[in-house]
């Protein structure tokens, strides 16, 4: 079980305001929010960024149903997918999305149909993770 703290929009639009009067980030800063494929609204998507989010990480993990289950993940790759495709309506978003390989049992094949998912989509950075 990870520690996770779930914060509103509301309340990082205030640190970041607050951050930003008191120059402690300037407005080139990269400004990033991880979340899971299942929050991936466009209305939670386009409130992060009216809150000064500018790069949003997707953690994906996987495409493969049986990677993804074994992994206890709380998403399917058509939410994955969906997420992405949210993401996608944003254009001037800077977007990550995390991938995991050498999984227990996972196969060459599912290795490399990820990375051909992720080569399907417009996406600015992959994070994939050993």
Do not use: C, W
Request: hydrophobic share 40%.
């Amino acid at each position: 079980m990870t520690n996770e703290i779930k914060m509103s929009e509301f309340i990082i639009k205030k640190i970041l305001d607050f951050l930003y009067k008191e120059e402690m980030i300037n407005a080139s800063a990269e400004i990033t929010v991880e979340f899971n494929p299942k929050e991936a609204k466009k209305d939670k998507i386009a409130s992060l960024l009216s809150a000064g989010i500018n790069r949003m990480s997707l953690g994906v993990q996987s495409f493969d149903e049986s990677i993804l289950n074994q992994l206890g993940r709380n998403h399917n790759a058509i939410e994955a997918k969906e997420a992405i495709a949210n993401l996608a309506h944003f254009p001037n978003l800077n977007t990550t999305i995390d991938l995991i390989y050498g999984v227990m049992d996972q196969s060459s094949k599912s290795f490399e149909n990820d990375i051909n998912l992720f080569l399907d989509h417009d996406i600015n950075h992959l994070s994939y993770i050993n």
